[in-house]
């Protein structure tokens, strides 16, 4: 059975850092593509960064380059959400995806991927 666990959201200032964690178990997590999806309330789902786990070849959407950094402990089946320097527009629930074959470098939509975690709060304030 194939579980994904976030942890690590939370209530930041502006300005502030978090990091987000998604634990992967009963996949091959070497051979994935990971993603960081996050939905605010009245928005549709985005992908914020995704990483394919046998490279470490990441991709990262326009409004989180250069603040946001997605990274990946193969030992540890875990990929990370290092936040940094948040903007109050960055609130949203953030959820990671896994696709256990995926067939391009790095995964973006989010219909291609076959497993979610249960989504973390995360909260910024003005």
């Known amino acids: 059975q194939v579980q994904l666990v976030e942890s690590g959201g939370g209530l930041v200032q502006a300005g502030g850092s978090l990091r987000l964690s998604c634990a992967a178990s009963?996949?091959?997590?070497?051979?994935?593509?990971m993603g960081w999806f996050r939905q605010a309330p009245g928005k549709e789902r985005e992908c914020v960064a995704a990483i394919r786990t046998s490279s470490g070849y990441t991709w990262h959407a326009d409004a989180v380059k250069g603040r946001f950094t997605i990274f990946s402990d193969n030992a540890k089946n875990t990929v990370y959400l290092q936040m940094n320097n948040l903007k109050p527009e960055d609130t949203a629930v953030y959820y990671c995806a896994a696709d256990r074959n995926p067939t391009t470098v790095v995964v973006i939509r989010g219909s291609l991927y076959d497993y979610w975690g249960q989504g973390t709060q995360v909260t910024v304030s003005s």
């Open positions: 009963g996949l091959t997590f070497g051979s994935c593509a």
